[in-house]
């Protein structure tokens, strides 16, 4: 077992159990589809101990778009009230952020369109908000949250999306998980 997990599960026994789960989830993925996934990925799954597969297909359902004749996450993705923003870069990203932020639009943002009303915190600036790893690695927290209260990779990805618990959510949260799914079988 590999020491730094030892270490965490004396803090939280549940962790190894955790740990399984997505080590038996990822079992499923075939290990050259693995090899397609960006490393800043593999990484930040790693260091927060969510399944990678999981983690790309969020960012392909959130940002992604075609670039060069593929479909690729976009790093300066932006969704703003609604209106889904492909920035050509960080700068014109950032500038439209502040814009909407100033505006009191909701803004969604980055490879993992994280939310800046509900999770702006998890950053020390709108700028830092839009760096691939930084964004990759709030997302990888939130769907990790997510995971300790459900203890299921799929309905962590639902509540990802909208973690409401009326109808309307779980609705949304549903086509959301599905939406995700869909990604996730066509590239593992």
């Known amino acids: 077992m590999n020491p730094y997990l030892m270490r965490s599960c004396l803090v939280k026994p549940c962790l190894v159990k955790k740990w399984i789960a997505g080590v038996t989830l990822m079992q499923s993925v075939a290990a050259v589809a ?11 799954a790693k260091s927060h101990q969510v399944p990678v597969d ?7 359902a959130e940002s ?8 690729v996450p976009w ?5 703003i009230d609604g209106q889904s923003v492909f920035c050509e870069s960080q700068q014109d990203a950032i500038h439209r952020v502040s814009q909407a932020i100033r505006n ?12 800046w009303r509900w999770h702006g915190q998890r950053f020390a600036t709108i700028d830092e908000s839009l760096v691939p ?13 997510q995971f300790e209260q459900t203890n299921d990779w799929w309905e ?15 609705d949304s949260a549903q086509r959301y998980r599905e939406r995700v799914r869909q990604y996730w079988r066509e590239w593992f």
């Open 34 to 44: 693995l090899e397609d996934v960006p490393v800043a990925y593999l990484i930040v």
């Open 75 to 79: 790093p300066w993705a932006l969704n």
């Open 104 to 115: 009191r639009q909701s803004v969604d943002i980055g490879l993992m369109q994280v939310n």
């Open 156 to 170: 962590a990805v639902a509540r990802y999306h909208d973690p409401g618990q009326d109808a309307e959510s779980l």
């Open 133 to 145: 790893i930084k964004n990759l690695s709030a997302g990888a927290t939130i769907l990790y949250e």
């Open 54 to 60: 999981i983690l790309y297909a969020i960012a392909m």
């Open 64 to 71: 992604g778009t075609h670039y060069r004749g593929e479909r």
